[in-house]
């Protein structure tokens, strides 16, 4: 089986697509600090030691509704739009439960890693976390190089095909004596059966 971390291990813009989606998540919650602190203080609660605890829960509630209805109206947070990034419906466009169901592990940074882990450790497109999946949405750049889907749908296809299968004639046939990438003129190394994959850019050829 063919994980996410199978798929990121030599591609370079799906690692910097998590980088992207890292770096927008740490923005979003730094903003939902904030907010959460601002509403503490015009609540008038004291900082107790309790508090301090539940701070980082409380601010994780913040940032799970901020995220769902800034995805369900934009289809972005403040962070993803200053990182070029979109949440997209698989099925159809994007509805409010979908939003509140990918950004449930928001409600702490311990769910997040461990939904972000699971998605990648388990078979499918490497852009999406495990709840992702449950709510059929991913999330993609803007603009995102145009093979990265290609290089998702060849690469689960040769590790889903049954052994001794022949292999794709059409695609065996684009890649005849190509000796280095279409893409930025990396070097190319075996992708299963007659792809060849950059080095480099990660693109399937």
């Given at each position: ?25 740490f ?44 995805e ?21 466009g ?39 999946r ?72």
């Amino acid at each position: 089986m063919v994980t996410g971390f199978d798929l990121i291990h030599n591609n370079r813009p799906l690692q910097k697509h998590w980088i992207k989606r890292i770096i927008a998540f740490f923005i979003d919650l730094f903003l939902s600090s904030i907010a959460a602190y601002i509403i503490i203080w015009l609540l008038g609660i004291r900082f107790m030691p309790s508090l301090l605890v539940n701070f980082p829960v409380f601010a994780g509630i913040i940032q799970v509704f901020y995220s769902a209805i800034c995805e369900y109206n934009n289809r972005q947070t403040f962070g993803k739009l200053l990182l070029d990034l979109k949440v997209e419906g698989l099925k159809s466009g994007l509805s409010l439960y979908e939003t509140i169901i990918r950004n449930f592990s928001k409600i702490h940074g311990l769910l997040v890693f461990l939904d972000m882990i699971v998605g990648l450790a388990t078979r499918g497109d490497p852009r999406q976390r495990y709840l992702d999946r449950v709510a059929n949405t991913t999330v993609t750049g803007s603009p995102e190089p145009k093979h990265i889907d290609r290089y998702i749908r060849e690469h689960l296809r040769i590790h889903h095909e049954p052994r001794g299968a022949p292999p794709n004639e059409n695609i065996e046939q684009d890649n005849i004596q190509i000796n280095s990438c279409e893409n930025c003129d990396g070097q190319l190394e075996p992708a299963g059966g007659a792809l060849m994959r950059c080095m480099d850019c990660g693109r399937i050829q």
